[in-house]
Each structure stands twice: as structure tokens, then as C-alpha cells.
């Protein structure tokens, strides 16, 4: 019996000493996030703008916003770095627009177009003016924007090089109701006739 009772003694003790540490272990963890919460909150600042409401709400259903993200202070350089993010609030959640690739089909852009919105000659104009606040070029881009309507598709061109033009292609029904979204990366000019 004696023995027994050292032997649960050494064992006790290791557990109150393993519980100890790891208590310890959170204490230090916990002041490690605050720190890190500090140093995220002094280096980075974002801020959210509304992105004209007048002009999005003809076209799309929901409120979309500009995110801009500040970076300073970053490897001690004094300078700041701004990342800007365009993003969609369908009540329910705030969610990025779709990224676009090579010949990309657009669906969740498609599920955010009003469903009174008709894309036709009057109305080109405006759906160019929200697709260059959602999709904007890169300033360091020419622009090389236009769009026209052939063979029951609205096509939006974005960029061109060489003798090929890039951009979105709306497919319409009879109405005008937009019933297809996909971005291209290749037309050829024969194809605009």
C-alpha cells in the first residue's frame, strides 16, 4: 500500500504540473494574439465606400462597395501599400464579384442583375458604366473600351492587342432580358461585323 501511495503521488503531481504548464501555454498565447491584434490594428487600415448607388441599383440588385486596405509600417518602411478589393452585399453576406480567367462564365454576376433590368441600346451605356466600377481596368491599361450588339449578344470589349479584343459577352433574349454572362479573352475582328 505504500508503494501505491508515492506512485499516485508522482502521478498526481505530473498532472497538476502538465494542467500548470498548459495554462501557462494559453496565458502566453492569449498575450501573443494582443500583441498581434496591436500590430494589425496600427499597420493596417480599411475603410468601405458605397460605389454609386444610383447608377448600381438600375442594374443590379444589391449595394456594392469599394474596400480599400491601407498597409503601413510594413518591414519599417514608411511608405503605404493599398490594396483594393470590390465587393457585393446581398444582404445576407458581403462577397467578392467573381474573378475572371480565360473564357469565364459569369453565374453569380448573372443571379445580381435586376430581374426588370433590359440591356438594350439605351441601356448599353449604363451596364458598361457598372461593369467598369466592378470589373475597373488597371489605370496603366489604354483604353480600349467599346461595345456593340451582333447575333442576339451584347459584347463589352475591355482590352485589345494585336489584332484580337478581350471583354464580357452578354447573351440577351428577344426582350433584352440578360440571360448569359462570360468573359472572353479572344475575338477577332472579323467577328465584330
Known sequence: MLQVLPKFSRVLAMGCSLICSLN??????????????????????????????????????????????????????????????????????????????????????????????????????????VLDAIYPLPEWKPDKREYFFHDGKWYFLRDAYFRTKQGFEITVDTDGKITGICYKMKWDDHERS
Open 24 to 129: 501557462c501555454f494559453s496565458q502566453v498565447k492569449e498575450q501573443a494574439s494582443k500583441r498581434l491584434d496591436r500590430f494589425i490594428s496600427e499597420s493596417f487600415e480599411t475603410t468601405y465606400k458605397e460605389i454609386d448607388s444610383v447608377l448600381i441599383s438600375e442594374v443590379l440588385k444589391y449595394k456594392v462597395y469599394h474596400i480599400n486596405q491601407e498597409i503601413q509600417n510594413l518591414y519599417g518602411q514608411k511608405s503605404k501599400d493599398s490594396n483594393l478589393f470590390i465587393a457585393i452585399d446581398d444582404g445576407q453576406q458581403v462577397q467578392p464579384f467573381e474573378p475572371i480567367g480565360k473564357n469565364t462564365n459569369l453565374p453569380k454576376l448573372l443571379h445580381f442583375i435586376r430581374e426588370d433590368f433590359v440591356l438594350n441600346d439605351k441601356s448599353a451605356p449604363l451596364f458598361q458604366t
